[in-house]
Structures are given as structure tokens and as C-alpha cells.
């Protein structure tokens, strides 16, 4: 007997980076982020005389998934498992596979093993994994915040159908994880301390942007998150460089095509792939312009996804 669950990656328009100075995973800043739909972790687990890994048909030794089980058992009855996933998108490219991935498993589990979690309890043990994998619990547009870092849904996908063009850009493991390069930034930069407050203090600002719907305001703040965090991320020491040339010249083609009137803005994770988030009516121009840039070896547009689901067993 076995049980499926499907989720999505998230990208964050209010981003997190670095954790606080204590046990249990949790992120020094606030953020928010858009579930997307089409790229999904798809994880089938059943119980197995040991714990075994398959990532896109191949066994692999990962010792997150191992630190996770490990951390999740302290709580609940799991037993060991056989744990097949399949990403229908380049792992660890900066997409957030991680993110998808542990809300797919705790949401396998949680059913798999009948441990009745809310999605609070899901999003918190999917946090302890990796900070990012609390959204991917939720559809749409989503928060993580104080006092119990537990993301929420602050609207649904149908309430503002964004579409997002990703342009890859490069095709490959990043350089530095977003755990090392978290630690890195909070231990090097000068600037740690003043991207923490002014983080928590753009909080509110960029909820209440979604909440309105106001594609401008959250244009502006959205980037303005971005390359503050990769301001941070080029402070440390030694300074952490995820942008490729192509990178660049994809933000300074949607910051053209937002001065010819287009609903567009970029954001940028912890790898060289860029996300234009658009309207619908924009978004076929911005995939055509992106792709046309030399360096981007590929386009995919989405529009935002679902939470984690159940989808077999
Ligand atoms: O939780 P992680 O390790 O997936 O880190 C996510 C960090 C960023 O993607 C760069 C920002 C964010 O808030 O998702």
C-alpha cells in the first residue's frame, strides 16, 4: 500500500533569507510568495525495512530528507520509508525544488501514516525542513511570518490570476545552498542587521499590496525585496554571486518593458533563473522578449497552483 502526494514550488516576492539565532528552522525575515502551478514534485512513499531515497528514478543518499525524518520522528509515529520523487523540473536550479519536495513528503506522510495534521502542523514540519517548503503547503498567494512562523493563505489564485514567465538561464546544481549561503550572510555581512528590520518593516507594506491587488506597488516592492536580498548576498564574505550575465540582462529587458506600459516585474532566487511575474494579457510579449535574449536557453510560463494534495492512496 502506498500513498502520492503532488505539490508546487513557490517564489517569494517578499523573500527570506538568513534564520534566527534559534533551534527549529526559523527564518530571521517575514515573507511572501506565489504557489505556481505545472511544476510539481509528484512523492510516493509506502513503508519499507529502512528509510530509501529515489529522486527522478535514481537512489540517492540525501541527508536533508534524512535530517527531516529524523526531526519529524521526534514528534510522531513515522516508520521507515520508501521515498520515490520525481520533479517535472531542473532540481536545484534555484526553482525550489526543496520546497515542493518536503511538502509533498510531510503531505504523503501525514496521510500515509493517518497523523490528522492541520495545515498548520504540515506547514511547520515542512518549515523545519526547509523554510521555503511552509508556502508550498498553501495555493496562491501565501505568507510566513511571527509570532508562529506557520504559513497562511492571504488570497486565493483565482482572487489574482498572475501568470509567471521563469527564463533559465543556466541548467545545473547553483554554486552555494541556500542553508550555506544563509548562514554565510548572517555570520559576514554588515548588512544583516539592517536587511532583518527592514525586511519585517516591508512585511505589511507588501501584504497589503496583494490584498489590494496593486500591481504597481507590488512591482516596485517586489523587486526593491529582491535586489536588497541579493545586496546581502553580495556582501557576505566571500560574496555570494547567483546572477549570470543573461540573469542581468533579463531584468533590464522587463524593467524596458515596464516603461513601455507592461504589468511585469522580475524577482530572483538563490540561482541565475529569473521570474517575470505578469498579467495575463502581458504575458505572452514578456515570454517572446525573454526568449529572444541571448544566454536564455529556455522560457516556461505559469500561472499560480493549488496547496499540496493528496493524489493517490
Ligand atoms: O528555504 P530555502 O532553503 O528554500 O530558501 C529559500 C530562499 C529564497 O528562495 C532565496 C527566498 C525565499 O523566500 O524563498
Not at 145 to 168: F, G, N, T
Not at 203 to 228: I, M, N, P
Request: overall charge negative.
Amino acid at each position: 500500500m502506498s500513498t502520492t502526494a503532488r505539490a508546487h514550488p513557490n517564489i517569494a516576492l517578499l523573500k527570506y533569507w538568513g534564520k534566527q539565532d534559534r533551534p527549529g528552522n526559523y527564518p530571521a525575515t517575514p515573507s511572501v510568495s506565489i504557489t505556481l502551478d505545472t511544476l510539481s514534485t509528484t512523492t510516493t512513499i509506502e513503508v519499507a525495512p529502512t528509510d530509501r531515497v529515489w529522486l527522478n528514478e535514481i537512489e540517492v543518499e540525501d541527508a536533508k530528507v534524512g535530517a527531516a525524518l529524523e526531526d519529524w520522528r521526534q514528534h510522531y509515529d513515522i516508520p521507515s520509508l520508501s521515498i520515490k520523487t520525481r520533479n517535472n523540473f531542473p532540481t536545484a536550479a534555484g526553482l525550489a525544488s526543496s520546497a515542493s519536495g518536503f511538502a509533498a513528503l510531510i503531505t504523503a506522510i501525514d496521510a500515509h501514516c493517518e497523523l490528522s495534521l492541520s495545515d498548520a502542523d504540515k506547514s511547520d514540519l515542512a518549515r523545519r525542513a526547509s523554510g521555503s517548503a511552509a508556502r508550498s503547503i498553501h495555493g496562491g498567494f501565501v505568507t510566513l511570518a511571527e509570532p508562529d512562523w506557520q504559513a497562511r493563505q492571504l488570497l486565493p489564485k483565482k482572487a489574482w490570476p498572475l501568470r509567471v514567465v521563469i527564463a533559465i538561464t543556466t541548467i545545473g546544481p547553483k554554486a552555494v545552498s541556500s542553508s550555506v549561503g544563509m548562514e554565510r550572510s548572517r555570520l559576514t555581512s554588515p548588512y544583516f542587521e539592517a536587511w532583518v528590520s527592514s525586511t519585517a518593516s516591508d512585511y505589511g507594506t507588501v501584504v497589503d499590496a496583494v490584498t489590494d491587488r496593486d500591481f504597481d506597488k507590488l512591482a516596485e516592492l517586489a523587486e526593491a525585496s529582491c535586489l536588497k536580498m541579493h545586496a546581502l548576498m553580495l556582501s557576505s564574505k566571500p560574496g555570494l554571486v547567483y546572477w549570470h550575465a543573461a540573469t542581468v540582462a533579463c531584468m533590464h529587458e522587463i524593467r524596458a518593458l515596464r516603461e513601455q506600459g507592461l504589468k511585469v516585474f522580475f524577482t530572483v532566487d538563490a540561482g541565475p533563473q529569473v521570474k517575470a511575474v505578469c498579467t495575463e494579457e502581458h504575458a505572452k510579449v514578456v515570454q517572446q522578449a525573454l526568449a529572444n535574449l541571448p544566454g536564455v536557453e529556455e522560457t516556461i510560463q505559469v500561472g499560480l497552483g493549488q496547496g499540496a494534495t493528496v493524489i493517490d492512496g
